[in-house]
């Protein structure tokens, strides 16, 4: 029986990559629907080659050939077996909490979703026996490894190092939005590229295993892995360690999570092979240069509204960023600033976390006038 799923962010570069998946296994799955934000022509081109019954967009009268839904009927629709939520920002949160509520399993490629509200989603998904599989490399790697939580003692979660890895402080603080783009490993959208640079990204990473793992964050280290062979381990209380290693592809996290449990042969960027990779490095994490790394964890700690406040400093910087209106270590600045000025909230309602996260964004945006 084929497997019937969902896609929200099909247009983006995870929901491309499922797409490729998914046709490699297209005996496996049924596509219930595909979303996409603004690029309704990529869309449509999708639309005609995998025939979803159901389609979104920001502009719902440009879709062809499959019947317009809104996200939350996309996502409340058990026909669905699971969604991939693939959508970039806060945007992905309620159509999840949506699917939860209807008892659908999701495997989750957005951060905002956990960094936001994983205090609300996760319990939820545990009262409605939802599965939540993480599509990131490095959660997908910690989930494939651990087989009983209770035993597991550490998560290592490795990072890149990004492009600025041996740059000094100065070289980051010239640096352009196209140094800054060009990762050395991963081929991923700008903002997560922006963030991979400064570390902000696996500090929300952090806070995401924190969620979905259930494990303090004295017990989830970081460790700078250039080769980005070893996508992230875990030890357990007897010391022993078991890691995920592959060569870097997205293709492979993204079949695992929606798959699971079972695997096939699916798309392969090629055989792995321990004798040509040769070496495997590992380093502390500069704190002083990655400041963006310290601050997620002390978010994290914290918890309540500072997370959430944050995520949307962070993520209004690096659009004013992108857009030259920033230098790259001023996004870290601004990030501080926000959370110097925020008061911190606790116990929230969903509500009131898009009411902090749009006011966090509203004087993050006010902020950028000293820039001029």
Not at 183 to 211: C, F, Q, Y
Not at 284 to 297: Q, V
Not at 320 to 349: C, R, S, W
């Amino acid at each position: 029986m084929k497997r019937k799923i969902s896609i929200l962010g099909s247009t983006g570069s995870i929901g491309r990559q499922a797409l490729e998946v998914i046709e490699k296994l297209s005996d496996s799955f049924e596509i219930i629907a595909l979303t996409a934000g603004n690029n309704t022509a990529l869309l449509n081109e999708q639309i005609r080659k995998f025939k979803p019954k159901y389609a979104f967009a920001n502009n719902i009268n440009e879709i062809e050939g499959a019947k317009p839904a809104l996200l939350d009927e996309i996502c409340a629709n058990k026909e669905n077996d699971i969604i991939l939520v693939a959508v970039s920002g806060k945007v992905g949160l309620k159509p999840t909490i949506t699917a939860i509520n209807n008892g659908i399993d999701i495997a989750l490629a957005n951060k905002e979703t956990l960094v936001m509200a994983g205090d609300i989603v996760m319990p939820l998904a545990k009262k409605n026996n939802v599965n939540i599989i993480p599509v990131d490399s490095e959660h997908c790697a910690i989930h494939q490894c651990i087989k009983d939580i209770s035993q597991v003692d550490k998560l290592i979660i490795t990072a890149s190092g990004g492009p600025f890895l041996h740059k000094s402080i100065d070289d980051m603080k010239n640096a352009t939005v196209e140094e800054t783009l060009h990762h050395p490993r991963w081929n991923m959208g700008k903002k997560i590229t922006v963030d991979s640079a400064t570390l902000m990204n696996k500090g929300l990473e952090v806070i995401e295993a924190h969620h979905l793992f259930n494990m303090s964050y004295d017990k989830i280290q970081v460790v700078v892995h250039p080769q980005s062979i070893v996508h992230s381990a875990i030890e357990y209380i007897d010391g022993s360690v078991i890691a995920q290693l592959g060569l870097p592809s997205m293709h492979i996290p993204i079949q695992y999570a929606i798959t699971y449990p079972e695997r096939f042969e699916g798309i392969k960027s090629k055989t792995f092979s321990f004798s040509e990779i040769a070496r495997l490095d590992f380093e502390e994490p500069d704190w002083e240069k990655f400041k963006a790394l310290k601050i997620a964890y002390s978010c994290g700690r914290y918890g309540g509204s500072l997370p959430i406040c944050m995520n949307a400093a962070n993520e209004e910087a690096v659009f004013a960023f992108l857009q030259g209106k920033i230098k790259l270590f001023d996004i870290i600045d601004t990030v501080v600033k926000m959370l110097d000025e925020h008061t911190p909230v606790y116990n929230l309602t969903l509500d009131e976390i898009f009411e902090i996260d749009k006011e966090v964004r509203m004087k993050t945006r006010e902020s950028f006038l000293q820039y001029k």
